[in-house]
């Protein structure tokens, strides 16, 4: 699977972006998808992940009621829709793909085999 992300940008506080992951190559339903994100002298954070039927989702708490996640498994993309932004939302937003997925496990990195190149979310106070 490969996987392109795509969305990011400048936003003033309060604002919203959403983020698209477009994969290519596999069955896209099969994977279970997750948004992290990385800030500047941070490790890689999760925020968001959803299973393969899009049933079932996970958020970070810091992200809850103001982010969603959804998929569209005919058009193989998963997004994220970023309302109320926060200046502390500045990161590289990177999106994953697991094919064992669990949402008991969803927040943690390691597990997934795919990673797209990571799309820059910029929130100015």
């Known amino acids: 699977v490969q996987l392109q992300a795509s969305g990011g940008g400048l936003v003033q506080a309060g604002g919203s972006l959403r983020l698209s992951c477009s994969a290519s190559?596999?069955?896209?339903?099969?994977?279970?998808m997750a948004w992290f994100r990385q800030a500047p002298g941070q490790e890689r954070k999760f925020v968001a992940a959803?299973?393969?039927?899009?049933?079932?989702?996970r958020y970070t708490d810091s992200v809850k009621g103001r982010f969603t996640i959804s998929r569209d498994n005919a058009q193989h993309t998963v997004f994220l829709q970023m309302n109320s932004l926060k200046p502390e939302d500045t990161a590289v937003y990177y999106c994953?793909?697991?094919?064992?997925?669990?949402?008991?496990?969803?927040?943690?990195?390691?597990?997934?085999?795919?990673w797209g190149q990571g799309t820059q979310v910029t929130v100015s106070s």
């Open positions: 994953a793909a697991d094919r064992r997925w669990s949402i008991i496990r969803a927040a943690i990195s390691r597990d997934y085999d795919f």
């Open positions: 190559r596999g069955t896209f339903s099969n994977y279970g």
């Open positions: 959803i299973g393969g039927s899009g049933t079932n989702t």
